[in-house]
């Protein structure tokens, strides 16, 4: 059963646009969302996070979007560079379960020079 | 120097061994994980431990148990290998079960089981 998806297995973007991860959820407890960047053979990095009593956060070049009455969030990553280039996973957390992630299935990212 | 290590990075074993997985965080926190990535790429919790209390057992099969020494440790120990175990098995750790804070991965056991 999963409570977090990306239904995007993959994108590409050219460098210096924007990239736009999308991520929908069905767990209405969840408080925490975090996006994780993973490069091949290494463990995922976190990245960003957002309280489900927020709408919006941003770090740099990286905006993740909150519509809870949607139950859906979104990572902007502007601009983008070539090092961006990875697999992005949404996670989700509920203090019920103890704060453990539920993962997505990731999105791998591609940008074009 | 390495934040959370894991050891070993590939483990190849033939089916009905018994194995050992390795972690060690030197971040001082005190929550540890295990996660399983799938061949579908999933990533999910296997266990977590909060000062080297077990906090989070999901439902996974006994043949798996987890042991921590101390709050900078938690091993893994796979009985009985099956195909089905083939994965890659991440440790993780945060300061505490916390959800704004992610936590830091390790880099992953590739363990393959023929």
């Known amino acids: 059963d999963q409570q977090v998806k990306q239904n995007s297995p993959s994108l590409s973007v050219q460098e210096g646009r924007i990239s736009i991860l999308n991520c929908d959820y069905t767990?209405?407890?969840?408080?925490?969302f975090l996006w994780y960047k993973k490069y091949p053979a290494e463990g995922p990095t976190f990245l960003i996070s957002?309280?489900?009593?927020?709408d919006k956060n941003e770090d740099g070049r990286f905006t993740v979007f909150l519509n809870k009455s949607a139950k859906h969030l979104s990572l902007h990553i502007v601009p983008s560079q070539p090092g961006d280039s990875a697999v992005y996973f949404c996670?989700?957390?509920?203090?019920?379960?103890?704060?453990?992630?539920?993962f997505g299935a990731g999105t791998t990212v591609t940008v074009r020079a | 120097d390495t934040a959370v290590s894991q050891t070993p990075k590939y483990l190849v074993t033939q089916m009905g061994n018994d194995k050992s997985i390795k972690c060690e965080q030197n971040?001082?926190?005190?929550?540890m994980y295990w996660y399983k990535q799938d061949s579908k790429k999933f990533l999910k919790i296997m266990f977590s431990?909060?000062?080297?209390?077990?906090?989070i057992n999901e439902t996974v099969p006994n043949r798996f148990s987890p042991k921590s020494p101390d709050k900078a440790h938690l091993n893994l120990h796979i009985n009985s290998l099956e195909l089905g175990d083939s994965a890659v098995y991440f440790c993780?750790?945060?300061?505490?079960?916390?959800?704004?804070?992610?936590?830091?991965f390790g880099s992953g056991t590739r363990l393959t089981v023929v």
């Open positions: 993780a750790s945060s300061p505490g079960p916390i959800g704004s804070y992610g936590y830091t």
């Open positions: 767990n209405s407890m969840f408080d925490y």
């Open positions: 957002i309280s489900s009593i927020k």
């Open positions: 996670a989700a957390s509920a203090l019920k379960d103890d704060y453990k992630l539920s």
């Open positions: 971040l001082g926190h005190d929550t």
């Open positions: 431990y909060n000062n080297k209390e077990l906090i």
